[in-house]
Structures are given as C-alpha cells and as structure tokens.
C-alpha cells in the first residue's frame, strides 16, 4: 500500500527552465511533506519542507505547493541547473504515529540538459 | 561539523551469516531513524530510537532483525542469519528532536551472496 507516490520515475530538462516533480498521497492525516535530493552512492539530502497549514513555501529557486484537497504536492525548480541533475523524493510524516517517520515515495530521476 | 556517520559502507556477507550496521548520528542529535532502500524503490522507515529507547519498531522484519542505541556510542542495526533478500542499502538518519528534519548518513550498502 503504497501511500506517497510519484508517477513519474524521470524527468528531462533543459538546463534554465522549470523542473516541476510531482506527489501524490493517500492519508489525509499527513500534515508535514519534505522533499530530499539523492545523488548516487550518497544519503539523501534534505530540500525543502511545507506544513499542512499552508499551501506554498519557498526557498531560492525550490519552491513546494501543497493543494490538501487533491492530496497533492510538487517541487518547482527554477532555472534548473546541470547540478539538479538526482533522484528527488517526497516525503510525509504523521502525527498520530506518534513518531514523525517519513513515509517515502518512490523517487523522480532528474536530468537537467545542459 | 560532521554529519551522520554510518559504517561500513559496503557490506559483503554469505548467506546466514551476522551483518552489523553502525550509526553515528549528528552530534547533539539523540532521535535516530533507520532506513531501508530496495533496488528501483523508495526508502521505507524501519525503526526509531532515541538513546537507551527503541520507540517505533513498526518497520522491522519480526525475525532476525534488531536494533540499539546505546548511552554511549552508535546506534546497530543487526541482521542475523542474513538472506538474499536482504540485500539493499540502509540508511541512517538522526535529529535533534523528534519533530525536526532528519539529516541522512550516506547508507550501508549489503550485499548478501
């Protein structure tokens, strides 16, 4: 069951224009989403986080929008650039877990064309 | 200012041996995760400690896998008895408080023969 999902499994972009990677998720009772960027043969690392309580959160060129009543969210990357090229995945977390875990998605492998 | 530490990062072990993987979180950081990567999928969540406490261990196969975090040192993940299945890359990740970001170590891969 699986309950973050990202359909789509890749991404081709020309290096200065918009990368927008997309997340869709089940459980209403998700009310934190991150997004962590992974390069190979490396951890993921930590992008960009919205609470539930708002719609949009930006930061440099990462900007995350969450629509709640789609059950929705994506990460717009502009101008992307030939370092974004990695796998991004989203990530929600739980309050009543009790626990914080991060429910993860599959991925979206980016490739920005220089 | 180091990050999370895991070792090794590669892991070679035969069938039904004893794989053991080790954390070293951020220092400061007492909430430690532990993930597990299949080939072409997402992370899935494991475990969850805090220093002394397994507090969610929702994750974890009910056979043959454990986890610690001791006062003093990293935390392990250990497999016994390993399976070809078991085959995957873990990853660690700590935070300061159990509401906060998780920062990732850069992952055991194992590999089961």
């Known amino acids: 069951d699986q309950q973050v999902k990202q359909n789509s499994p890749s991404l081709s972009v020309q290096e200065g224009r918009i990368s927008i990677l997309n997340c869709d998720y089940t459980n209403s009772m998700f009310d934190y989403f991150l997004w962590y960027k992974k390069y190979p043969a490396e951890g993921p690392t930590f992008l960009i986080s919205?609470?539930?309580?708002?719609d949009k959160n930006e930061d440099g060129r990462f900007t995350v929008f969450l629509n709640k009543s789609a059950k929705h969210l994506s990460l717009h990357i502009v101008p992307s650039q030939p370092g974004d090229s990695a796998v991004y995945f989203c990530a929600a977390s739980e309050p009543l877990s009790g626990t914080y875990k991060y429910i993860f998605g599959t991925g979206t492998r980016l490739k920005v064309l220089a | 200012n180091a990050g999370v530490m895991q070792n090794p990062r590669h892991l070679v072990r035969r069938r039904g041996q004893e794989a053991r993987l080790r954390c070293s979180p951020v220092k400061g950081h007492s909430h430690v995760y532990w993930y597990r990567q299949l080939p072409e999928e997402g992370l899935k969540f494991m475990v969850y400690l805090q220093k002394e406490n397994i507090i969610d261990e929702s994750g974890m196969p009910k056979e043959r896998f454990s986890a610690e975090f001791p006062k003093e040192g990293p935390s392990i993940l250990r497999i016994q008895q390993v399976v070809r299945g078991d085959s995957a890359a873990y990853f660690c990740a700590s935070s300061p408080g159990y509401r906060d970001e998780q920062y990732f170590g850069p992952g055991t891969r194992l590999t089961v023969t």
């Open positions: 919205i609470s539930s309580i708002k």
